[in-house]
């Protein structure tokens, strides 16, 4: 029995924390089967001299996570390191793990004492270029010890003597900047020399200044890059040195000319490129500006960063009629590319990315503009100067599969990689099964995510690159299968407490970049802030991860944020009611709980629905499904308040959802049983939240089954629901239904996405319009929920329990499928299940961590085991 796998803040490691109360979780593996954890012992030590900080004590307790520090405050800049031993329900105690280290950011804001620096001159409306700034360093003796702290208003690369200590890492995340901006730890005790050293800073647009949304808003947040560094060093001879970005900096410009995160770089090789980094101080650069420090605190870090993942050779390079040479990497993702470029070739080189090639065989473009009076391409261009270069940009982002690449010379595979940029996540989650399609399926929702799941949760990497709300909202779920997004999304959530509206309303994207949410389309951010399924995510992401993670912690912090959400959407439905309707509950207290005004999406792209279901809403709102969502998110925090002790709170918001639902019956249930706009969605959303009484749901199961077999066995669902159907189906006794919608193979399905060549999840059903120019975009997560049902259903793995303490085991056998494996990462390790159907006998084996149990479902029972490994035979129920 040995504790491994020690983490800090959910981090191996963490260079920089910003707390003096880490949390702490460990795995424990080679403990005897059926057993769990009764207790633990921290100890944590200062790392450099190994003077003890904190004996936790021999601590009862089942759970290897969420363990709080319970010392004296930790202080700042100072690393530390700590282990742990555990004792299982036998008494047995386990060996010390292996020591884990981690190091303390700057905990006071007053320790954070650099200046603020931009280039002392007023930028141009149009200026795109990136800006660099360095000072100059004389040293008298090795460096023993050395940290950097650094930020910058826009995104940045950091330099000591040359080298690049920031990588393909984007950062700083994107941030609501007028709340928060985050600063990262850089050791860089190895990086100095004795005698003269270098310090360098490039400072790109990024989200601060650079394009953002579907309508390329600029200068969102200042029109001047800026740059904050603050380096402590410990010298040998025992002396100690503080660098800090002041007026003993010097900046200017060189050859990146346009560097957005959407338009992409423009580098412009005629011009000095790299000289400022190693060779004497170019005469360019002027003394730099001090400017105000961003209204936002700066805080650190607080998970893994932006990198390259993974890198993607060509399977394909052709000419397009018009003579471009066309690239294709095979699969759809986010990234950019790494080019190699000949002498000869040029003068200029325009590099084009999109997801799609015409019928005819070039690029296709058009499809990912919404606004047609501000065309703008997702490219880069090179300009050369008579030599070799290999060209890859540094702060940009692009969604494709293929590129466009005109005058480079005639490309091999070799001269050219697509670099697979996202946030560094553990992937886990594994699943497996006999229909090579349903892998297909797997692989392109977890293509989805990773395009996606970069420094804020997006919703395509094309077309907007937004945060919206809704998207997260349905997918959180889904995305704790695949990866552990515990501290990614923790931060997501902590944004969006940020940015709520003094009436507890959420903007529909977060971060919320602009107050003009779309311009000429819509109004503006204040007038769709009250869309309910998008603002949920204040009260049903957190609870998704405690679900999942048993993240109490998470209900804490999010606590008043989900209460003010829910507030706002009493305060709908008090005060507001729609033109179009009357009293149609009645005179009385039930009308008063109908939300029927403020702006709704509605399920939001059903098959064959688009900007007409937008231009409906406006005008009638979706009272039904808005609704719906108040009854479903008071429900919810009415388990919240119960898991966090708020007895009071918890008896008042089950009562509220007890009246919300009467009143969505009142207002929403015809007396034959039909529901709302008698659309599938309806249905679902009715009986996944419990809406209807028990005995009147076998006649709505009926209903949505009958309106499937209407549709020619086709799901009718869009962006709220689809996530909720196929469970729904499965957990009313209809399976079959719920495997003949995923095995659909013509439009709209899963499918028949992939028999048209997806490797990623589309935005809509369609994708295509009938003449084959594609619609919308094509890297979308959010249709991509239903993967959970391949986990659950499919593969029978499920949690009952919060963080997988207890997980039910109880495969869907059907849809042709004769075999299928799921594994999970959890908090207590590995949870895994895998079937076979040979001769009509299935084969189940399931493997369950130490310090958790299972429930395995059985033909006429149901069977409790332990931690280990069991293995079942049976016939399944005919």
Not at 387 to 405: D, T, Y
Request: aromatic share 10%; with cysteine; hydrophobic share 40%.
């Amino acid at each position: 029995m040995r504790p491994v796998a020690l983490r800090t803040e959910l981090l191996d490691s963490p260079l920089g924390i910003g707390t003096a109360h880490p949390c702490f979780d460990w795995r424990v593996v080679d403990a005897a089967p059926g057993g769990f954890q009764s207790a633990y012992r921290i100890q944590v030590e200062d790392a450099a001299s190994a003077t003890e900080v904190w004996d936790s004590g021999e601590v009862a307790g089942h759970r290897p996570f969420g363990v709080r520090y319970a010392g004296q405050p930790l202080v700042s800049s100072r690393a530390y390191r700590w282990r742990v031993a555990v004792r299982d329900d036998s008494g047995a105690l386990s060996e010390w793990s292996d020591w884990a280290g981690f190091e303390t950011a700057k905990l006071a804001a007053e320790e954070l004492v650099a200046t603020w620096i931009a280039l002392d001159e007023t930028p141009t409306e149009d200026d795109a270029s990136v800006v660099t700034f360095r000072r100059d360093l004389d040293l008298p003796a090795h460096v023993v010890r050395g940290r950097a702290y650094v930020s910058a208003l826009g995104w940045y690369k950091f330099f000591v003597n040359g080298r690049d200590l920031t990588g393909t890492s984007l950062v700083p995340r994107w941030t609501p900047m007028d709340h928060l901006v985050e600063y990262q730890v850089y050791d860089v005790t190895d990086e100095f020399r004795i005698g003269g050293n270098i310090l360098g800073m490039a400072v790109g647009d990024g989200r601060y200044r650079g394009g953002l949304s579907a309508f390329d808003r600029r200068r969102t947040y200042g029109d001047r890059l800026g740059a904050f560094v603050q380096l402590e060093l410990d010298l040998a001879d025992g002396s100690a040195v503080r660098v800090v970005t002041d007026g003993a900096w010097r900046g200017g410009r060189g050859a990146i000319r346009r560097s957005d995160p959407m338009r992409g770089e423009r580098r412009d090789l005629r011009l000095p490129f790299d000289d400022w980094l190693t060779d004497g101080m170019p005469e360019r650069f002027a003394p730099v500006a001090a400017v105000p420090a961003p209204r936002g605190e700066l805080v650190a870090e607080s998970l893994a960063r932006v990198i390259e993942v993974d890198e993607r050779a060509p399977v394909a390079i052709t000419i397009a009629p018009s003579g471009a040479q066309i690239v294709d990497f095979g699969q759809n993702l986010a990234g950019v590319v790494r080019i190699r470029l000949d002498a000869d070739a040029g003068p200029e080189v325009r590099i084009t990315y999109s997801e799609l090639v015409s019928p005819e065989g070039e690029l296709e473009t058009a499809y990912m503009f919404m606004d047609p009076e501000n065309p703008r391409y997702f490219r880069d261009d090179v300009v050369l100067a008579g030599v070799e270069h290999v060209f890859q940009p540094w702060f940009s982002i692009q969604g494709f599969r293929f590129v466009e690449i005109v005058g480079a010379q005639p490309l091999e595979p070799d001269d050219i990689r697509a670099v697979v940029i996202s946030t560094e996540l553990e992937y886990t989650g594994e699943f497996h099964c006999s229909d090579p399609r349903l892998e297909q399926l797997e692989s392109n929702v977890r293509w989805s995510l990773r395009s996606n799941f970069t420094d804020t949760p997006t919703d395509c990497p094309t077309r907007e690159r937004a945060g919206w709300t809704g998207d997260i909202q349905v997918f959180a779920e889904t995305a704790t299968l695949f990866v552990d997004v515990q501290a990614y999304l923790r931060r997501y959530l902590r944004n969006v407490s940020a940015e709520q509206l003094p009436d507890g309303r959420i903007p529909p994207y977060i971060p919320s970049e602009t107050s003009a949410f779309s311009g000429p389309l819509l109004a503006t951010l204040d007038q769709v802030s009250s869309a309910v399924g998008w603002g949920d995510v204040a009260v049903l992401t957190p609870w998704d991860l405690y679900l999942a993670y048993d993240d109490r912690d998470v209900l804490e912090r999010q606590y008043e944020t989900a209460e003010r959400w829910v507030a706002s959407l009493d305060a709908l439905a008090r005060n507001g009611r729609h033109w179009s309707r009357q009293d149609v509950v009645g005179a009385g207290e039930l009308e008063r709980w109908v939300v029927d005004s403020g702006f709704h999406w509605g399920e939001w792209l059903r098959p064959g629905e688009g900007d007409e279901e937008m231009e409906h809403n406006w005008t009638f709102g979706r009272p039904v499904v808005a609704t719906a969502y108040f009854a479903h998110s008071s429900a919810v925090l009415a388990q919240i308040a119960g898991v966090l002790g708020k007895e009071d709170d918890r008896r008042r918001y089950e009562e509220q959802a007890s009246l919300i639902r009467q009143a969505w019956r009142r207002a929403f249930v015809t007396s034959d049983g039909r529901i709302g706009d008698d659309e599938q969605d309806d249905y679902v959303r009715a009986l996944a939240f419990g809406l209807l009484e028990a005995g009147d749901e076998p006649a709505a199961v009926a209903r949505l089954v009958a309106k499937i077999e209407a549709a020619g066995m086709h799901l009718g669902t869009g962006f709220l629901s689809t996530k909720m159907l196929l469970p729904t189906l499965s957990a009313h006794g209809r399976s079959d239904v719920a495997y003949a919608l995923l095995l659909q193979e013509t439009e709209p399905g899963w499918l028949a996405q992939i028999a048209k060549g997806a490797t990623t999840i589309w935005e809509r059903w369609d994708g295509f319009d009938p003449d084959g120019r594609p619609l919308a975009s094509h890297n979308h997560y959010a249709l991509g929920a239903v993967a959970s049902w391949l986990y659950h259903g499919v593969a029978g793995l499920s949690a009952s329990a919060p963080g997988w303490s207890e997980m039910r085991v109880d495969p869907r056998i059907g849809g042709g499928i004769t075999s299928a494996s799921a594994r999970v990462a959890t908090p207590y390790g590995p949870a895994a299940t895998a079937w076979s159907l040979v001769d009509g006998v299935v084969s189940l084996e399931v493997e369950v961590p130490f310090s958790a149990r299972a429930v395995v479902v059985l033909p006429g029972e149901e069977r409790q085991v332990g931690s280990g490994t069991h293995r079942f035979s049976y016939r399944p129920a005919p």
